[in-house]
């Protein structure tokens, strides 16, 4: 017996039975990475690069950099310069670099890099960069003698920072800081806006999970015990809508709610409210949240419902024959079951809601609005880098909640099917 | 052999797609782009035997800023607001145009005395003149609303308000509600009190308000009941007033009109057959063959002389409809492309703050 366990155990060529294994294990290895590498590819292209590019772009804008080099080396030599009074010579570089832009047809783009920080600069840059080339010393007087804006301490703040291809400026102006002529600072009352709109759509956000969760709870439930053919029908019911066009659902919601809508004309009708009494439903929060809520809401059915479809009756029966009340059965018995499937659909909600941006548009009004509508207003001002800076913002927002529901609930508790 | 034949033949394919020489023009998509179409793109390929397509955008302008950052132009001809000309023009991203080979108009005027002022920019040449104006239904409002200021008085003419979500157009038109001039609009809301009035006038009807984003959103809102004077683009009311026969009357006082421009984008596949796409399309019977298609004015003088008629129903003169006819344009303001290059940013975030308020 001892000699035989000693003795390697070989195949019938004679190999060692070890090698043999490992040998197949990583062909078989290798066979499944090589199902895997298509997907890996495209996701790496169509996912991580772009969040990666944008990333990059929210940090860096070498609009003015690229176009000013005088005065990229004027402000590296002399980086504790008085914004409020520059020398002549930091006048001379301007002058040198905005002489090149005319030639060299940049202006647009270097003002409209100081124009994202310092409103008013683009027309200052261009009409500074026609007479550019003709000045004469001193250039401090002839540039200030074009317009006196030139000699504005927010505005040599706003260039010597856009010298370097590399910023935080776009996170600032995203967290509603303004470049004033003392350096940056908190913006006004009138016209901070980016924060409080981070803070509604994650408020929104929630509020849309829970109410989905309340909803979708009984139908998912009843889905999951109804005979076969009761629940097929209920399951086309509630994927009908799921394969309808995202635009069609949306206006549908404004057909029916809108003040002269389907519902407002059936309250009237029916003589509960007048007609001058129609209730406002559409083009505001309500709007937002119903008409969201209604779209996302498959989305919290489906994986309850495959969590709740394999839940063996047999043990809610147990705890009532073990004198539990109903209610008693439901929370300690069945709703525990049913955690990984609302946590499923909870996140698959909130984080979907979190990005949503077409239903807000149109049915929003004026305080519907969440903030990837400001990530697609500064998109098709080409403000990329703002852009970038708030969606990247939002990523990091969600992966914190990402990270704190890891840690709470733990992400190996997620199932979706 | 067969691996000759292959490649010789992708060879042969890709020297017929070098010569086919497809011009691509791209617009607005919608009742424009169809104007543009039938106006422009059909008749020009027509009479030069070059195909030539129209591709649609909801907005060309960062489309093509897109291309051009990338390297990667299929676009030769895009059409994009007369501030977007300036700002791409200014940042390098598109061919200049010779305004001197732009064709005289019919009359035999000289093209640089033929357009309108501020019509050629140099890389842009003015394709039509567009308008905000707003509307109200004639069933709601036998005796309607006739001034900028109507718009603003709720005890006279109650009912919802239809606005435009975004800043431009929007504060101009509520400084010329308050009783300021055209003339005197951007001097005032260049400074912070200006704003603030701007800002302040729109307070009283912020409660009554409804915000449209999408320019068909407007008549929309008017068909439903849903507001009883909006804020609109001239050419969607014209639609659906004399296309549709609703019953939508335009106010011209306070009207905010700007030219809507065709430029080519730096590195154009066809950059030549693009400057006679452009060259054709702005000539007197281009922009003609245009607005008989929808309501925005031609911007030649000579293009304006003899009435155009509605291509929709081959009997409307499309003359009083126009935003460049004089009658409409005592109380206008042209909108200042300088102004919004500067503020539009600025501006806008305190619109977005003003409206969650």
């Known amino acids: 017996m001892a000699e035989a366990a000693t003795e390697l155990l070989k195949t019938a060529d004679g190999r060692p039975l070890k090698a043999a294994l490992a040998e197949a294990q990583s062909r078989a290895k290798r066979r499944a990475f090589l199902l895997v590498l298509p997907l890996l590819v495209f996701v790496l292209l169509t996912f991580l690069v772009p969040i990666g590019y944008m990333l990059k772009r929210s940090v860096e804008h070498d609009g003015f950099a690229a176009s000013a080099?005088?005065?990229?080396?004027?402000?590296?030599?002399?980086?504790?310069?008085?914004?409020?009074?520059?020398?002549?010579?930091?006048?001379?570089?301007?002058?040198?670099?905005l002489a090149r832009m005319q030639t060299e047809k940049t202006t647009?783009?270097?003002?409209?890099?100081?124009?994202?920080?310092?409103?008013?600069?683009?027309?200052?840059?261009?009409?500074?960069?026609?007479?550019?080339?003709?000045l004469v010393p001193p250039f401090k007087d002839a540039m200030l003698a074009i317009d006196a804006d030139w000699g504005k301490p927010a505005l040599w703040r706003g260039m010597a920072a856009a010298s370097s291809r590399y910023t935080t400026e776009f996170y600032k102006v995203a967290s509603d800081m303004k470049l004033t002529e003392d350096g940056w600072a908190r913006g006004g009352d009138k016209e901070r806006i980016y924060l409080y709109l981070f803070f509604k759509t994650f408020l929104i956000s929630g509020l849309i999970t829970v109410i989905c969760l309340l909803l979708a709870f009984p139908i998912s439930h009843l889905l999951a015990t109804l005979p076969m053919a009761k629940s097929s029908l209920l399951m086309i019911l509630v994927l009908l809508p799921f394969w309808t066009s995202l635009l069609v659902r949306t206006t549908s919601w404004i057909a029916l709610l809108q003040e002269q809508?389907?519902?407002?004309?059936?309250?009237?009708?029916?003589?509960?409210?007048?007609?001058?009494?129609?209730?406002?439903?559409?083009?505001?929060?309500?709007g937002t949240i119903v008409a969201m809520t209604h779209v996302l809401l498959p989305f919290m059915i489906l994986p309850l419902y495959s969590v709740m479809r394999v839940i063996p009756p047999s043990y809610a029966r147990a705890a009532r024959s073990l004198g539990a009340t109903s209610w008693t059965t439901f929370r300690r018995v069945y709703l525990p079951q049913t955690l990984p499937g609302i946590a499923a659909g909870s996140l698959l909600v909130f984080i979907l809601a979190v990005g949503y941006y077409i239903t807000p548009a149109l049915v929003g009004g004026a305080d519907g609005q969440l903030i990837s509508n400001l990530i697609s207003f500064h998109m098709t001002k080409a403000n990329w880098s703002l852009a970038a800076a708030i969606a990247a913002m939002l990523l990091a927002a969600i992966l914190v909640l990402y990270w704190l529901y890891d840690r709470l609930i733990g992400i190996d508790r997620l199932k979706l099917g | 052999m067969k691996k000759t034949l292959i490649l010789s033949t992708a060879l042969a394919g890709l020297a017929f797609a070098a010569q086919a020489q497809e011009v691509t023009v791209m617009s607005w998509g919608g009742a424009y782009g169809a104007a543009q179409t039938e106006g422009h793109v059909k008749p020009w390929s027509a009479a030069t035997g070059t195909p030539a397509i129209m591709v649609d955008s909801d907005n060309p302008a960062p489309a093509i800023k897109a291309m051009v950052e990338a390297g990667n132009v299929t676009v030769d001809?895009?059409?994009?607001?007369?501030?977007?000309?300036?700002?791409?023009?200014?940042?390098?991203?598109?061919?200049?145009?010779?305004?001197?080979?732009?064709?005289?108009?019919?009359?035999?005027?000289?093209?640089?005395?033929?357009?309108?002022?501020?019509?050629?920019?140099?890389?842009?040449?003015?394709?039509?003149i567009w308008s905000n104006v707003y509307a109200y239904d004639t069933s709601k409002f036998p005796e309607g609303p006739k001034t900028a200021a109507d718009f603003f008085d709720l005890e006279k003419f109650p009912g919802k308000r239809g606005l435009r979500k975004g800043a431009k157009a929007v504060l101009e038109f509520a400084l010329l509600a308050d009783g300021v001039a055209p003339a005197d609009v951007y001097t005032v809301l260049g400074t912070p009190e200006g704003v603030d009035r701007?800002?302040?006038?729109?307070?009283?009807?912020?409660?009554?308000?409804?915000?449209?984003e999408a320019g068909a959103q407007a008549p929309q809102l008017l068909a439903d009941g849903e507001v009883a004077m909006t804020t609109a683009y001239n050419g969607r009311i014209f639609a659906a007033a004399?296309?549709?026969?609703?019953?939508?009357?335009?106010?011209?006082?306070?009207?905010?009109?700007?030219?809507?421009?065709?430029?080519?984008?730096?590195?154009?596949?066809?950059k030549d057959l693009a400057m006679d796409f452009i060259k054709y399309a702005t000539s007197t019977e281009g922009l003609r063959a245009q607005?008989?298609?929808?309501?925005?004015?031609?911007?030649?003088?000579?293009?304006?002389?003899?009435?155009?008629?509605?291509?929709?129903?081959?009997?409307?003169?499309?003359?009083?409809?126009?935003?460049?006819?004089?009658?409409?344009?005592?109380?206008?303001?042209?909108?200042?492309?300088?102004?919004w290059v500067d503020h539009d940013a600025e501006l806008n975030e305190r619109f977005q703050a003003w409206l969650s308020q």
Not at chain 1, 81 to 97: I, M, S
Not at chain 2, 242 to 270: R, T
Request: with cysteine; glycine share 10%.
């Open chain 1, 69 to 97: 080099p005088a005065l990229d080396a004027w402000f590296e030599a002399n980086p504790g310069f008085d914004p409020a009074n520059p020398p002549e010579a930091a006048y001379a570089a301007l002058v040198q670099d």
């Open chain 1, 108 to 134: 647009g783009i270097a003002g409209t890099r100081i124009n994202y920080t310092v409103p008013g600069t683009i027309s200052l840059f261009k009409k500074g960069a026609r007479e550019a080339g003709a």
């Open chain 1, 261 to 286: 809508g389907i519902v407002n004309d059936l309250l009237v009708g029916l003589g509960l409210i007048g007609d001058d009494g129609r209730l406002s439903m559409m083009y505001n929060m309500t």
């Open chain 2, 77 to 128: 001809v895009a059409s994009v607001e007369y501030a977007d000309a300036i700002r791409l023009c200014d940042e390098g991203l598109l061919e200049p145009i010779d305004a001197a080979s732009l064709p005289a108009g019919a009359d035999g005027t000289p093209a640089a005395d033929d357009f309108f002022p501020g019509a050629v920019t140099e890389c842009g040449v003015s394709t039509d």
């Open chain 2, 198 to 212: 701007a800002f302040a006038k729109l307070d009283t009807i912020k409660a009554e308000t409804v915000w449209w």
């Open chain 2, 242 to 270: 004399v296309g549709e026969g609703k019953p939508f009357q335009i106010v011209w006082d306070g009207q905010i009109y700007e030219n809507e421009s065709y430029v080519v984008p730096k590195g154009a596949p066809n």
């Open chain 2, 291 to 339: 607005a008989s298609y929808i309501s925005y004015g031609p911007p030649r003088k000579s293009a304006n002389v003899d009435p155009i008629i509605y291509a929709g129903d081959g009997k409307t003169e499309m003359g009083p409809h126009l935003p460049t006819n004089p009658a409409n344009l005592t109380n206008a303001l042209l909108t200042s492309s300088d102004f």
